[in-house]
């Protein structure tokens, strides 16, 4: 995929639940979704990006305005209905990509409803060997994309991680974070070994 080389440990959930990942990269949710079914979560503004856009449109992604409350609020209930139909939701609770070593503080919201409703959270890490590839700072989509893809190899790491079941939305972020954090160390010592 785009010269990309993905290396995968675990096994891709089986069961529909809230599937929570770290946040490098525009690219993330097209590598965590490509063999699952999920409704992402994505800025408002990714609806009208090249490629990316249309594909989050045309497979369900739930784009949210996030300096409104309304748009929130509907987020939320949307993936109050996606949980309890028994369908799966991935989510970057972060809310912004970043090359810290580890990730940065969670946004709680669909942690809550996950607890609420029973569903269980199935923590992914994402990384890329190359920290350029992470989106941050002023780099524009198309530039960006370009600069990424356009190069021989792009390598990743993904790992799917065994699924977390609480009604304590506190104790499940904190469970979900160590598990990635773990992971995101993980992968680094492997590729600066």
Not at 24 to 49: H, M, Q, T
Not at 54 to 74: L, Y
Request: include cysteine; proline fraction near 5%.
């Amino acid at each position: 995929m785009l010269g990309s080389k993905i290396t995968v440990y675990g096994t891709e959930p089986k069961t529909a639940g809230l599937i929570i990942s770290n946040h490098r990269s525009y690219f993330d949710g097209i590598v965590v979704l490509k063999n699952i079914l999920a409704y992402p979560i994505a800025k408002k503004e990714v609806e009208n990006w090249p490629l990316i856009g249309n594909v989050g449109k045309t497979t369900g992604a739930i784009f949210v305005k996030r300096d409104c409350e309304k748009s929130k609020e509907d987020t939320r209930n949307q993936i109050h209905t996606v949980l309890k139909n028994g369908f799966s939701i991935l989510n970057t609770p972060e809310g912004t990509t970043h090359i810290e070593p580890t990730t940065i503080k969670f946004k709680p919201g669909a942690f809550i409803l996950a607890a609420q409703l029973g569903a269980p959270v199935i923590p992914v890490a994402i990384d890329y060997k190359d920290l350029n590839d992470a989106w941050v700072g002023d780099d524009t989509f198309v530039p960006h994309f370009l600069k990424c893809f356009g190069k021989w190899k792009t390598e990743i790491k993904v790992s799917y991680l065994e699924p977390v079941y609480s009604d304590n939305a506190d104790e499940l972020i904190s469970i979900t974070k160590k598990q990635i954090d773990a992971e995101l160390i993980r992968f680094r010592k492997d590729w600066d070994a």
